[in-house]
Every structure is written in C-alpha cells, then in structure tokens.
C-alpha cells in the first residue's frame, strides 16, 4: 500500500472514542471531593483523554513533542522576518535541547523529537508550482505516520519548525477556509509591513492558482509544505494509537484543517493548547469549533503554545484518578 | 510589637522589585533564540519574577503552596451548598495529601501545607457582629506571616478553606469596592436560588452594619474570616521575603483587595493564577488592575486556580534562563 493509500484508508477508518470510558470518569468527576463541577473545562479535559486513550484512568505522565522541520520555496519571496536557513539552525537548537521547547518540555516532563522532512530542501514556489510533488507528499506522511508509531507515550504534542511556513498556513486556510485570503495572513514571525504585503500576495496567488482544486490533501500538496504534512499524517496515526494530541498554533492547526474538511469528527481526538497572537489561529479555531486551553498572546510555534498547555492535561487527569470521591473519603 | 502594629508597619514599608534585575531580564528576552516578543506573556511573568526574587536568574523550582482553613459563623445562615463541617474535612483531606490541590501540586512539583486557623471556631456573625475580636485577628496575622516565614521556597501559592467564605469575600469586595452588594455574590460552591438570595441579604446586612468604617483592615476584621486575614498576612510577609505570590480565586484575592485599597503598589509582586467562574472574581481583578494567567471556569478554590498556572511560571522563567540568545547560540 502507498503512503497515500494509508492516509486515505486511515482516514476513512478512524475509531471513535471509548464511551464507556469517556462516561466513567465523567460519571466520577461529579463525585470527587469537591463541589460539582468546580474544576469545570479540567474535568472534561480529563474525560476527554480517557475517551481517546480508552481507559477510566486517564494519565498525562508520558507526554512526547514531535517537531516536524522543513524548508519553503516561498521564503524566497521575502514572507518572513528571518532567512531560510533559520529553519535548519533552529532543527539543531532543538535536537541540543536548547531551544524554548524544550525548556517547556523538561517542565512538562515531556520527550522532544525534531524530525527533519525536508530542511536544505525547500518546497516549490506555491504561486506559480506544487509545493511538493507526489513522492515528496508521500514520503513526509510516511515521516509523520512512522514518528507516531515510535512513540512511548499517552499525549502528543505535535509543533513545526520551516521559515516561511505561515505563509503555506494561510493559504491552506484560505483555499479550504474560505473568505479573503488576506484575512488569514498575519506577520508570522514578526514580518514588517512590506513583508506583510508581499505575504498576502504570495498567499491570493497561491490559493487563485489551485481555485478548482477541492480535495483538501491536494489542497495541502499543493500549497503546503513537507511539516505540514507529516503532522497531518501524525495526527491520523495518533488516532489510530489511542494517542490524544494537543495542537499548537497556526501551523499545526491549519495542517489539521484538511481533515476536518474531509471528516468533521476526524479532530475529536485533538485538543488545543493555546490561541496564537497569529490573527488566523482564532478564526481557524473557530472553524474547526475548538476552544483553546491557554491565549497568552504567544506566537513561537514548535510546539510551544501546545507543551505550555500539558501540565493543565496532566492535573486533569491527577485530579480525577489521584482524588477521591466524597464515598471513598467520608465512606 | 503587637502582630497588628506589625501588619501596619509592614504594609507601610513595602520594598520596591529590583529594578535592575527586571530590566536584565526583560532586555536577555528580547535577544533570545526566537523571535522578539514571541513568548510575550511569559516573557513578562519571567521578568516580573526576577524583579520580585531579585535576581536576573528568576525561578519557580521550589513552588510552595499554603491552604488556610478557618470556620464562619455565617454559614450557619445557609449561605453555602455545604454544611460547615466540611471545612475540617477538607482541612483533613489536604494534610492526608488526598485534595485536589495536592494532587495539582504533585504535577507542579510543589510543597502544600494546610493550616488551621479557626476550623471549629467559626467567626461571629456578620451580620450583627465582628467576624473577629481585635485578639483573633492578631492571631491570625501572626499565622499567615509564620507560614511564610518557615517557608524555603521561591514562589508562594495562596489557598483557602472555609463554608461560607465567599460571603465574607463578597461583604469585604462590597464594603472596599463599591457598587450594588448583590452584584458581588455569587453561587460559590453551588448554593440555589433560595441560598443566594440568603447570600446577598447576608452580605447587604453585613456591609450595611460596617457602613461607617473606611479602614481597610478594619473593614476585613469586620466582614472578612481568619483564614483571609492569614493570607492578607502572608502576602504582606511574602513582599518582604523576595517572594513572588500566586493568588487563587475570589477569597484569595478578596483578602489581597485591603491592601491594594491602601497602597495601589501593594500588590505588586502578586499574580493572578485563574479568573475564577465565581463572578465577582473578575470584577474584583479589574478593580486590582490584573490580567489572570489562566481562564478555565474553575471554582473551587483551595489554591488551585494558581497551583493550575505554577508550570506556566517555571516555564516562563527557563524560557529565560535555559534558553540561549541568538549571540549565545550562533556564537
């Protein structure tokens, strides 16, 4: 079977969550040691992850960050504040551990794996070719499906590393979001205002350029960028591993879009960490009906804004399988 | 010295940050590795954090949190969904280590320690009396500055304990802040219709019994409970103890308005962990000028809306000091 095939099949076959576990720590959450529905969004958090990984004791213990690093024709272009090859001596910053995500992560006591799917080996250039051809496409969902299945874990934290990949963002919220293309462009790293024109510009063409395209993994092929689609990929496969998944920003949830597009159930297993300061995040949340966990006004990517949030899941799931029900106290 | 000449003398003179620490800090996050402002929030918690520790290396390693508990004489009005015993029962939950904030702290790698500070000796009546004699709030001073005093920690968490307390919170919030007294009262641990209309007509005769006082601290000996008059204590030791303080929910901070009613400045090494779903608490931050880490619709108090947003300050503060600048990294 291709690598597409996989991704189509998987896709079509996604299993829905444990009811039955879903419905024991929801069931017991209105019985822990506190006044009904004080902890409120952490309770469902909770019943949420125990849904996914389809046990009533749900644990955040072993969260792992992939990082997913590529680089885009469409740097070229002038899209971003930093050069391209910002994008390659950040993939070594983290795999030194230096990097902010990995700070987060040793706080999280989170593993961080950054995966190279094409830094030093940029996309075409999205107004006027494919971003990637279909081997290409193909090889970074096998990268995406292959990092999950490798994993150790009970939560992914799914983050993105590539020089003018918001640009890629924007136009696949576009294509698939609808609306002015310019509504889902916004400085990304810090772009100036001219940077900002030529950004939008980049985008209207790129979306005008696939304007009969529909089908949201071509939607991604030909505007997107080799990260993107290893976390689409991660994300099927995580579905497939009862692995819930904690999205970060505007990358990660646009490479998430196209398969709410296909399945509106195909996200239900993933959880926002927190609302980007990118304008198009929130109006991209809103899109796929997700209310984030964090909104500190932040705007790194890598995972950042998602690892931020995994301490939040983890007390969820302590503060159902670590307390006691009024019962098991006073009785 | 008396402990209430003490608090007098303590409040009045409060230390300043250290500026140049602040500064240090704020100036290493507009150069580290990622792009300038990206972490915003963060970024400001880290350099507060510094300002307040004294320290360009700011920490939240050694998070502790403190949970008093303390009985009100009000509760016997049936101002709360729980009967009055439960406050020793919680008080037994958190030293059994068996709470929900013992099981937050766990995940947040901090101390708790729950004190008593008039379980079984409820406060008098507000309605129609002192909640406490000059002798029991000097008591209950000397408890919360002790606590802190004995603490080894670089972070300090502020929780409470006690049915019945956030009519005493409303009562206090009414009496400094103003405003109808009924737009301060809410549900706290679920009361129903009948118990808030009891909670609004408690806390109107209570305000209206201390009409004539203006002294803050005398307004909290009035209306307020020992367990708030400990953490009005605490946060005043922790200004002099280089200690950063994260408030909880509305009792917490309901305790912390009498002193930033004395001195705007007073609370300036506190932050806000949580705004909690009790709706006077958001009322009650913009009066205090502060902007809540986390907003989750959590209600439970007992200090975990701020034990919640401990990982987001030691996150904050390693974005800082284990992360290398761009003149660290690329040499």
Redesign the interface.
């Known amino acids: 079977m291709t690598a597409t095939n996989w991704l189509h099949d998987a896709i079509a076959s996604m299993p829905t969550h444990d009811a039955e576990a879903y419905l024991a720590v929801s069931d017991r959450a209105a019985n822990?040691?506190?006044?009904?529905?004080?902890?409120?969004?952490?309770d469902a958090v909770a019943a949420w992850v125990a849904g996914w990984q389809r046990t009533a004791h749900p644990t955040a213990r072993r969260p792992a960050a992939l990082i997913f690093a590529a680089d885009h024709g469409i740097a070229a272009a002038g899209v971003s504040?930093?050069p391209a090859d910002v994008t390659a001596?950040?993939l070594a910053?983290y795999r030194a551990g230096?990097?902010?995500i990995?700070?987060?992560a040793?706080?999280?006591g989170a593993s961080v794996l950054a995966i190279d799917v094409g830094v030093g080996r940029p996309t075409g250039d999205i107004r006027t070719e494919s971003a990637l051809s279909p081997e290409r496409f193909a090889e970074a969902v096998i990268a995406g499906r292959d990092a999950v299945d490798a994993l150790d874990a009970d939560l992914l934290v799914l983050g993105e590393m590539g020089i003018g990949n918001t640009t890629a963002a924007a136009a696949i919220a576009a294509a698939l979001g609808g609306g002015e293309v310019a509504d889902w462009v916004g400085r990304g790293?810090?772009v100036d205002d001219d940077g900002l024109q030529r950004k939008r510009l980049a985008a209207e063409t790129a979306v005008a350029r696939i304007a009969t395209i529909t089908d949201p993994l071509e939607v991604l092929r030909e505007v997107g960028g080799a990260e993107l689609v290893a976390i689409t990929a991660a994300i099927v496969a995580a579905r497939h591993r009862q692995l819930p998944v904690m999205l970060d920003g505007y990358v990660v949830t646009a490479a998430a879009l196209p398969l709410h597009c296909m399945n509106a159930a195909a996200l239900d297993h993933c959880a926002v960490g927190h609302c980007s300061?990118e304008p198009g995040h929130r109006r991209l949340l809103k899109r796929i009906g997700k209310e984030p966990?964090?909104?500190?006004?932040?705007?790194?990517g890598e995972g950042?804004g998602a690892?931020?949030s995994v301490?939040?899941v983890?007390?969820a799931c302590?503060?159902i399988t670590?307390?006691?029900t009024f019962g098991e106290?006073?009785g």
């Open positions: 822990i040691l506190r006044p009904a529905g004080a902890l409120a969004r952490l504040a930093y001596a950040m910053a230096k990097s902010t990995n700070a987060f040793a706080v999280a790293t810090g300061a966990l964090l909104d500190l006004d932040m705007r790194l950042s690892m931020a301490p939040l983890a007390m302590v503060g670590d307390v006691p106290w006073f």
